[in-house]
């Protein structure tokens, strides 16, 4: 199996950026897809974007597109989510969540994932 830990949240205020890293532990880094998703208080876990395994495919919410951008180090074994022009609206606990995948598979359904981190708080100010 795989451990995932998140960090890089905070407070910024709208406008600004913030990358967020989430570092993998366990089994080979490469053998899984991943993704990052979020909650807001009182609301479900929304899907922010994901990427295959070889990551060369991507999938982004709408919400996010033009202003997150995902990618992979595999020397490091870790992710990231590249926010910026943040907005109040992306507040929320962020997550990065793995599972085992064929080489192009992207997934975008938080209950397609395995794995998933603590969580990371990401608060964007007005």
């Known amino acids: 199996q795989v451990q995932l830990r998140e960090s890089g949240g905070g407070l910024v205020q709208a406008g600004g950026s913030l990358r967020l890293s989430c570092a993998a532990s366990?089994?080979?880094?490469?053998?899984?897809?991943m993704g990052w998703f979020r909650q807001a208080p009182g609301q479900e876990r929304e899907f922010v974007v994901a990427v295959s395994r070889n990551g060369g495919t991507n999938k982004y919410a709408d919400s996010v597109k033009g202003r997150f951008t995902i990618s992979r180090d595999y020397a490091k074994n870790t992710m990231y989510l590249q926010m910026n022009s943040l907005k109040p609206e992306d507040t929320a606990v962020y997550y990065c969540?793995?599972?085992?995948?064929?080489?192009?598979?992207?997934?975008?359904?938080?209950?397609?994932?395995?794995?998933w981190g603590q969580g990371t708080q990401v608060t964007v100010s007005s």
């Open positions: 969540a793995a599972e085992l995948a064929a080489s192009r598979v992207v997934l975008s359904t938080a209950s397609e994932y395995h794995y």
């Open positions: 366990g089994r080979t880094f490469s053998s899984y897809a």
